[in-house]
């Protein structure tokens, strides 16, 4: 005996196949840092003359991160979380961290050149002589 479909049920065992492969398969794409536990961070970096161009903002113990653009912002690009933090560096300054608190969107930090201190004398009672090579 066979068993003839009519498109109505053909349509219905369509419409079925559809909503469980939808309702049962987990779907992953870009989610809406308005649904994650955490937050958008954005802010400026600048020293005493102004904004910075190239200041790395990362967050500590991970390789996630971000520079800033020519006018010193930046958005950091995952949500973070309270008792998170930045380290703001650049090369020739003194590297900053920064805490995320609960009420913190938007950051604005100034940071300052590195001292670098030599001590001590250079050696000049002997001159210095290359070797010749031949």
């Given at each position: 005996?066979?068993i003839?479909?009519?498109?109505?049920?053909?349509?219905?065992?369509?419409?079925l196949?559809?909503?469980?492969?939808?309702?049962?398969?987990?779907?992953?794409?870009?989610?809406?840092?308005?649904?994650?536990?955490g937050?958008?961070?954005?802010?400026?970096?600048?020293?005493?003359?102004?904004?910075?161009?190239g200041a790395?903002?990362t967050?500590?113990?991970?390789?996630?991160?971000?520079?800033?653009?020519?006018?010193?912002?930046?958005?950091?690009?995952v949500?973070?979380?309270?008792?998170?933090?930045?380290?703001?560096s650049?090369?020739?300054?003194?590297t900053?961290?920064?805490?995320?608190?609960?009420?913190t969107?938007?950051?604005?930090?100034t940071?300052?050149?590195?001292?670098?201190?030599?001590?001590?004398?250079?050696?000049?009672?002997?001159?210095?002589?290359?070797?010749?090579?031949?």
């Amino acid at each position: 005996m066979k068993i003839q479909f009519t498109s109505t049920r053909k349509l219905w065992y369509t419409a079925l196949l559809v909503f469980a492969i939808f309702a049962f398969v987990p779907m992953h794409g870009q989610s809406n840092t308005a649904t994650q536990k955490g937050k958008t961070i954005k802010g400026v970096i600048s020293n005493d003359e102004g904004p910075i161009l190239g200041a790395n903002v990362t967050l500590k113990d991970s390789n996630m991160g971000v520079v800033t653009n020519e006018k010193g912002e930046f958005t950091f690009p995952v949500a973070l979380k309270t008792g998170d933090v930045l380290l703001i560096s650049y090369v020739g300054y003194k590297t900053k961290e920064f805490k995320i608190k609960d009420n913190t969107t938007f950051i604005e930090l100034t940071i300052y050149e590195e001292v670098f201190e030599f001590t001590g004398a250079p050696n000049s009672e002997k001159r210095y002589k290359s070797k010749r090579s031949n």
